[in-house]
């Protein structure tokens, strides 16, 4: 099939992307105390001259005192600000479109050897189903911490980004209050349905509407699975999906990105739609799709084993773009190889395609 599907301007809110295709956020940890580099700003500058249609920043953290795991993962607020005025400038000089994701990590720890400078978030105390480790979130840190995406919302409005993702997703922290594996509360902050453990993740999208207001698009970025377990399935039938996914497009949303291992697997028996497409027809909304884009190789034996991930051709990708089962494509690891995936694939230069392989995460290529 043409990959000409990939190429059709799409029209978001007050935003007109060149193309379908997403940059996925990505961890590189290449911030030191938190502060992008100007190699960080040449890194995403490469991905806009490359042509991606719009970039979404790798994940970086609230004003919370534990709400990064690495002391290399970005900040967005304080002395990291300018840093990040940075970054927005050099993707638009290079013509292109950016958007932070605004993340805290919650009771997901990372690094051994570094300890956070306070108390660590999280619903209940829990790193995974029945393993607790820290104190659970009082109503002042949930508050607190609601008001930190509302500032880092702010902020990216005033730096001149384009549009703003919450992660929400892969077992962090607005994701383990979603998850009955990880929030265990009595209170108004938990309870036995999904809908009802959504109301922190509800009150983070206002407030990040709050702060960006009404033009700039809003984008969510959720997953069934989670690092902590690949085989969760919260919402196991489309009612279920569509309780938890209806009250945060009321709430606010204006994309759904739905993070799967791999994009052409069906989300329910009985229909071979993906995550992302049941997003659409449920809420419809905007959604982007997302796993293993262009790759061949498994996901965690990609980033795991250190096995490369040969390219893939993108049939399957566009017969469902072209059924309109989801409207744009985030592109992760391919995209960390090569900044110009975008470009080559528009030109049909194939064969100039860099495979990816776990050794360049070690790099800001």
């Given at each position: ?229 690949y085989t969760v399935q919260m919402a196991k039938t489309p009612d279920e999906l569509a309780d938890w996914l209806l009250p945060m497009s009321e709430a606010g949303v204006d994309v759904f990105h739905c993070s799967q291992r791999r994009f052409w697997e069906p989300e329910f028996e009985g229909s071979d739609l993906n995550f992302a497409g049941w997003a659409k027809k449920l809420t419809g909304k905007t959604t982007i799709t997302v796993g293993s884009v262009g790759l061949n190789g498994e996901f965690l034996a990609s980033l795991t084993k250190g096995a490369g991930a040969d390219r893939a051709d993108l049939t399957e990708l566009l017969r469902r773009l072209e059924r309109e089962e989801f409207d744009l494509v985030g592109v992760g690891r391919a995209l960390l190889s ?28």
């Open positions: 099939m043409s990959v000409d599907l990939l190429f059709q301007p799409f029209r978001l809110k007050n935003l007109t992307l060149p193309n379908r295709l997403v940059m996925a956020p990505m961890t590189r940890s290449f911030s030191p105390e938190g502060i992008p580099t100007d190699e960080v700003a040449a890194y995403y500058r490469r991905r806009a001259e490359g042509e991606v249609g719009l970039i979404v920043t790798e994940g970086t953290v609230v004003n919370r005192p534990a709400a990064r795991n690495d002391p290399r993962v970005p900040i967005f607020y304080g002395d990291a600000l300018p840093a990040w005025k940075k970054v927005v400038d050099e993707v638009h000089a290079a013509g292109g479109l950016i958007a932070p994701q605004i993340w805290h990590v919650g009771s997901a720890r990372g690094r051994p050897d570094w300890q956070p400078p306070g108390k660590v978030d999280s619903p209940s105390g829990l790193v995974a189903p029945d393993k607790p480790k820290f104190e659970p979130m009082t109503d002042e840190d949930i508050a607190d911490t609601i008001n930190g995406f509302e500032q880092s919302a702010r902020h990216a409005r005033e730096l001149g980004f384009d549009a703003v993702e919450i992660h929400a997703a892969h077992g962090y922290l607005v994701d383990q209050f979603f998850w009955d594996g990880t929030n265990t509360r009595s209170d108004s902050w938990g309870g036995p349905t999904l809908a009802e453990r959504s109301r922190f993740g509800i009150e983070v999208i206002k407030a990040v509407r709050r702060g960006i207001g009404e033009d700039i698009p809003l984008i969510i970025r959720l997953s069934q699975w989670k690092q902590q377990d090569d900044p110009h995936w975008v470009k080559k694939v528009r030109e049909g230069r194939n064969d100039e395609l860099i495979d990816f392989d776990r050794s360049h995460m070690a790099t800001l290529t």
